[in-house]
């Protein structure tokens, strides 16, 4: 049984096309900025005030 990919190299063949797959693919630019860690604690929303259901169902700040 053949691939899919096989086929399709054959079937450019047969048709005279040109294929690059190499070309199609786009890189991709990294974000060069650099965060400090309380940024990163402030993101992750660590420094939020907590608030839970305590006794009677009521909500309390942790």
């Not at 047969?14 to 604690?41: S, V």
Request: a positive charge.
């Amino acid at each position: 049984m053949r691939t899919i990919q096989d086929q399709m190299q054959k079937w450019i063949k047969a048709n005279n096309m040109t294929y690059h797959p190499e070309r199609n693919r786009k890189e991709r630019k990294r974000n060069k900025e650099r965060l400090t860690e309380r940024e990163i604690n402030e993101l992750m929303g660590t420094y939020r005030p907590i608030y839970r259901r305590g006794k009677g169902g009521a909500f309390r700040q942790r």
